[in-house]
């Protein structure tokens, strides 16, 4: 079971607010994992700044919890909290899994394409916001193998008889066709993508 640290923006949230956003973040972290989690308590039930309390005490604490996550999850509005983006960048110095929360739409200009990759790699379905064909999106698939259907599949079978495949970005055509996408210089540099429902 892997551990799993929730890291969201707190001020002027009700315990009601961030309570239920931990749900959603743990909900969010099994489907990426396809597995259960342990979640680590980094809510702090007595911070208060009102009463006294230093951020900067609370967030190295929220720090040593992280040390001993698997994954970090990052819920909407991160990047405009000074203590998760300080988290976001330990986790990613340091090697730790991270999940962010898109599953309620998209920066209004839209995603950078690193961005959108990892959207499409935790099972997320994206786009160009200009794409005008119908119904058109990219997804994550992994890698696994299939059963081939040529004499040249064949020839390339492993001992189990099946075609290994790597890992790739898949298209659906407005033609409703699935097939491997490449990316152009165009939609590696664009800040237009977005999450399709």
Same mark, same amino acid.
């Given at each position: ?36 989690? =342990? ?9 208060? #700044? ?20 698997? !994954?970090? /999850? &990052? ?6 909290? %000074?203590?998760? %983006? ?11 899994? +991270?999940?962010?929360? /898109? ?11 690193? +961005?959108?990759?990892?959207?499409? %790699?935790?099972?997320?379905? !994206?786009?160009? %916001? ?6 058109? &999106?990219? /997804?994550?698939? #992994?890698? *696994?193998?299939? *059963? #081939? ?5 064949? =020839?390339?079978?492993?001992? @189990?008889?099946?075609?290994? /495949?790597? *890992?790739? !970005? ?9 097939? #491997?996408?490449?990316?152009?210089? +165009?939609?590696?540099?664009?800040? @237009? ?5």
């Amino acid at each position: 079971m892997k551990k799993l640290f929730i890291s969201q923006p707190m001020n002027g949230k009700t315990k009601e607010e961030i309570l239920a956003v931990r749900k959603r973040a743990i909900e969010s972290a099994k489907v990426a994992l396809d597995d259960d989690v =342990e979640v680590i308590e980094s809510y702090f039930k007595d911070y208060n #700044p009102d009463a006294g309390c230093i951020p900067l005490k609370y967030l190295s604490k929220s720090l040593e919890l992280l040390a001993d996550a698997d !994954i970090a /999850y &990052f819920a909407k509005g991160w990047e405009s909290a %000074r203590g998760c %983006r300080i988290e976001n960048q330990c986790a990613i110095d340091y090697g730790i899994v +991270t999940v962010e929360d /898109y599953t309620t739409g998209s920066l209004e200009s839209g995603y950078n394409f690193g +961005t959108a990759l990892e959207i499409a %790699r935790h099972g997320g379905k !994206i786009a160009r %916001r200009g794409w005008n064909g119908k119904g058109m &999106f990219l /997804y994550y698939v #992994p890698a *696994a193998s299939y *059963a #081939p259907c040529t004499p040249i599949g064949e =020839e390339c079978a492993t001992d @189990d008889g099946k075609v290994p /495949y790597g *890992a790739y !970005i898949a298209m659906k055509t407005a033609q409703g066709n699935i097939v #491997p996408w490449l990316a152009s210089q +165009t939609d590696m540099l664009a800040e @237009d993508w977005v999450v399709v429902e």
